[in-house]
């Protein structure tokens, strides 16, 4: 009977959680903002808030699986969905499609937020998010007129002028740390959002170490570009978050040693950037070099 009154306990009607979730999301906002956070009916919502958070991960814990499976069934019964799935180089194709987009709005954003706030920054993002869109360009060009994987000579030399345009994000990179150093730019994310960006940042990462791997492996040069390209892009919204975690979080770090953290980490993001394009290029060089030699030879 007890351990039924648990089970009841912890998996409550969705009413229930539809009523909580909004009242504990009030109750904190409104301690925090007020500073009542040792008042003794914080103690309450702390607690409550502490058993709503529990519910909301146990229903998850056994919806999410089940509506994951059905929209996994209803992906692999659409035909482009299962080529989606299962056909590496034409997910690359598409995936290629949607960060282009992305780039070219981050690159209107930011001029025109130049234009409204006269702000050198807003350009340099603007021509960091225009560096990325020219790459994904160019690689959507390719395999959209020639594909992947048809033609690996070409194949190759695209690849290696992604690589050469790579490097020029070490402007861009050098001019954004310069202005963080000296003109105190940066982000800055208010209140909760600041974790939703750093989860957010952790898992594209993550993401573009495991692509990274997995995509080298089948040997195509315009798809581990494209990976090369998001792990970049990756790095370097690592340094833009420890720029906003300083802001959020920094008051007990002197400025002395924030700049030197942020130096470091721009160095480490510049050398790591610069390695892989460096690598890119020779690898490509040296293999466009071997086929040239072996057709002159024939």
Same mark, same amino acid.
């Given at each position: 009977?007890?351990?039924?009154?648990?089970?009841?306990?912890?998996?409550?009607?969705?009413?229930?959680?539809?009523?909580?979730?909004?009242?504990?999301?009030?109750?904190?906002?409104?301690?925090?903002?007020?500073?009542?956070?040792?008042?003794?009916?914080?103690?309450?919502?702390?607690?409550?808030?502490?058993?709503?958070?529990?519910?909301?991960?146990?229903?998850?814990?056994?919806?999410?699986?089940?509506?994951?499976?059905?929209?996994?069934?209803?992906?692999?019964?659409?035909?482009?969905?299962?080529?989606?799935?299962?056909?590496?180089?034409?997910?690359?194709?598409?995936?290629?499609?949607?960060?282009?987009?992305?780039?070219?709005?981050?690159?209107?954003?930011?001029?025109?937020?130049?234009?409204?706030?006269?702000?050198?920054? $807003?350009? *340099?993002? @603007? =021509?960091?998010?225009?560096? %990325?869109?020219?790459? !994904?360009? &160019?690689?959507?060009?390719?395999?959209?007129?020639?594909?992947?994987?048809?033609?690996?000579?070409?194949?190759?030399?695209?690849?290696?002028?992604?690589?050469?345009?790579?490097?020029?994000?070490?402007?861009?990179?050098?001019?954004?740390?310069?202005?963080?150093?000296?003109?105190?730019?940066?982000?800055?994310?208010?209140?909760?959002?600041?974790?939703?960006?750093?989860?957010?940042? $952790?898992? *594209?990462? @993550? =993401?573009?170490?495991?692509? %990274?791997?997995?995509? !080298?492996? &089948?040997?195509?040069?315009?798809?581990?570009?494209?990976?090369?390209?998001?792990?970049?892009?990756?790095?370097?919204?690592?340094?833009?978050?420890?720029?906003?975690?300083?802001?959020?979080?920094?008051?007990?770090?002197?400025?002395?040693?924030?700049?030197?953290?942020?130096?470091?980490?721009?160095?480490?993001?510049?050398?790591?950037?610069?390695?892989?394009?460096?690598?890119?290029?020779?690898?490509?060089?040296?293999?466009?070099?071997?086929?040239?030699?072996?057709?002159?030879?024939?």
């Amino acid at each position: 009977m007890e351990l039924k009154k648990l089970i009841k306990l912890l998996y409550p009607p969705v009413w229930v959680i539809s009523l909580l979730v909004p009242i504990c999301t009030a109750s904190l906002i409104l301690i925090f903002l007020k500073g009542y956070e040792h008042h003794p009916l914080a103690y309450a919502a702390y607690v409550l808030s502490f058993y709503t958070l529990t519910v909301v991960v146990m229903r998850c814990i056994i919806t999410i699986p089940k509506h994951y499976r059905y929209a996994k069934k209803a992906v692999y019964d659409n035909p482009t969905g299962e080529r989606f799935m299962t056909d590496m180089k034409f997910r690359t194709h598409i995936t290629l499609y949607g960060s282009l987009a992305v780039n070219l709005l981050y690159v209107a954003l930011n001029i025109v937020s130049g234009l409204i706030y006269k702000s050198a920054w $807003f350009y *340099i993002l @603007a =021509f960091y998010y225009t560096i %990325l869109a020219l790459m !994904r360009f &160019l690689l959507v060009r390719f395999a959209h007129s020639t594909g992947i994987g048809k033609n690996r000579f070409k194949e190759l030399r695209r690849s290696r002028l992604c690589g050469y345009i790579l490097l020029t994000v070490n402007l861009s990179l050098s001019g954004a740390v310069l202005m963080i150093l000296y003109q105190n730019k940066g982000y800055e994310y208010n209140g909760i959002l600041i974790y939703v960006m750093a989860a957010y940042t $952790f898992w *594209i990462t @993550a =993401f573009a170490i495991k692509n %990274l791997i997995k995509y !080298r492996k &089948l040997g195509s040069p315009v798809m581990s570009m494209a990976k090369i390209i998001s792990m970049a892009a990756a790095l370097v919204s690592m340094l833009s978050l420890e720029t906003a975690m300083f802001s959020a979080f920094g008051e007990d770090m002197s400025p002395q040693n924030q700049s030197l953290m942020i130096m470091l980490t721009g160095a480490g993001v510049s050398i790591i950037i610069i390695t892989m394009s460096v690598y890119s290029i020779v690898k490509n060089s040296k293999e466009i070099n071997r086929i040239m030699e072996n057709d002159y030879g024939k």
